[in-house]
């Protein structure tokens, strides 16, 4: 389980640094400094504040980049919430690393089950990492905090009822996106601060009649809850994206790099699954943010340049009219995307797509996944994952940065005092 929290934080903190010099995490850190003097936490790239607020701006800074890790049975991207929010109270608590790591493990155990219990209903208008994942951080902070059986019951009345997030933000490819982890990490630490001194939050604001569960999904599986606690970590479920754009798109990402480089391409068909292609359905996107949830334009690319990295959504790329890249654009005018049962039914467990590529001279390429590079089923190696790390933090930062940071979470567990951590990143 440390070595999975490890892993879990190395690549957390890949997005977060790199992502931190974005222009809506330059936005959230002004916000933040407005809200008052204070030392308390980090703030990547932009000083220290509160640990609510520091966790805050370094949620918003973790999940701009589509980078940061995802869980296919929740559908949530853990670490932008519950990292953020378990580090900023470890820094204020002057904890060591190992309760630090213990709190995200923990955390990710609240958020993932509460998550796997509303999918895949509450996925329709909910965003399950600004809802499901305030549960997640308030665990994290209160871990750290200490609180006793009583107290964490009533952080988690209180998260439960700040959860929020809705889809609505993809129809205008809007900054929401990344305040949701930021405001999820922000109202996690207030609830286990306002549980330590006291203040009461619902006792059954799971299953109660006017509860989340019964709120927020149309179903719901209260055993997914404790299905497996105490035997079996979540986070070992973890899932690390090694594509810069939705996760959605990555299966198929991965069969169209197998086919890369095939000329005279007449046609493209993708087969995905219901929930998925609902999020990634743009066709011809006219901006980085509707790139990234286009799973044609990210098969498109994969084909034609071999990767789906951060160069594959530059701004020029862009513009009013879509596609500007004559090769992508011409490929995208051959695309047909296509939702099929079969791989409906195996969502969440599974995120499939098949993929078929017709060549002008009658050759036929077919290929088919159930799970991206980086699922466990189909899993990066440490070394993979810390030059993912280094090819984000070094080119933005400083590659000496970048080392330090490195070395850093590689000797977590063993830091006496995580304020002392990354305070000179």
Not at 15 to 29: F, I, K, N, T
Not at 145 to 159: E, F, I, R
Request: glycine share 10%.
């Amino acid at each position: 389980m440390i070595a999975d929290t490890r892993r879990s934080v190395l690549d957390w903190l890949g997005s977060a640094l790199a992502g931190s010099l974005e222009p809506p995490a330059r936005m959230a850190q002004r916000v933040v400094a407005g809200l008052g003097t204070s030392g308390e936490a980090t703030v990547f790239g932009a000083g220290r504040a509160s640990a609510a607020a520091a966790a805050m701006a370094n949620g918003v800074a973790s999940h701009i980049l589509e980078l940061d890790d995802v869980h296919k049975g929740s559908t949530l991207h853990p670490g932008a919430p519950i990292i953020p929010a378990a580090l900023a109270v470890a820094e204020r608590e002057h904890a060591d690393g190992r309760p630090f790591l213990l709190a995200v493990a923990a955390g990710y155990e609240a958020a993932l089950r509460i998550g796997e219990a509303v999918n895949p209903s509450h996925y329709r208008f909910w965003h399950p990492t600004g809802t499901a994942a305030t549960f997640g951080a308030a665990v994290a902070a209160g871990s750290l905090l200490k609180l006793n059986a009583a107290q964490m019951l009533d952080a988690l009345g209180s998260a439960g009822t700040q959860a929020a997030g809705l889809w609505e933000f993809n129809a205008d490819g809007a900054m929401s996106k990344h305040l949701h982890p930021g405001k999820a990490a922000f109202n996690g630490i207030l609830a286990a601060d306002l549980a330590r001194v006291g203040f009461t939050g619902a006792s059954r604001i799971l299953e109660g009649d006017r509860g989340f569960f019964r709120a927020t999904s149309e179903s719901h599986d209260a055993s997914r809850i404790t299905d497996g606690l105490g035997t079996h970590w979540k986070i070992s479920e973890n899932c690390y994206k090694m594509h810069s754009c939705c996760g959605h798109t990555h299966t198929a990402i991965d069969v169209a790099l197998g086919f890369h480089g095939p000329g005279g391409i007449a046609g493209i068909h993708i087969e995905t699954y219901g929930p998925g292609f609902a999020i990634v359905k743009e066709l011809n996107p006219r901006s980085p943010y509707q790139a990234k949830f286009s799973i044609a334009y990210c098969v498109a690319a994969a084909l034609a340049e071999g990767c789906v990295g951060l160069d594959q959504f530059s701004a020029e790329r862009f513009g009013s009219e879509g596609v500007r890249d004559r090769a992508i654009a011409a490929l995208l005018q051959r695309t047909r995307v296509t939702v099929e049962d079969d791989l409906t039914a195996k969502y969440p467990a599974a995120w499939p797509s098949r993929l078929t590529v017709s060549l002008e001279d009658g050759t036929m390429l077919r290929g088919a996944s159930d799970f991206p590079r980086g699922n466990p089923e189909n899993p990066v190696s440490t070394d993979e994952l810390e030059d993912k790390f280094l090819s984000l933090v070094a080119p933005r930062c400083s590659p000496g940065t970048a080392r330090r940071a490195l070395e850093a979470v590689r000797a977590i567990d063993h830091a006496a005092d995580m304020a002392e951590v990354f305070r000179n990143l």
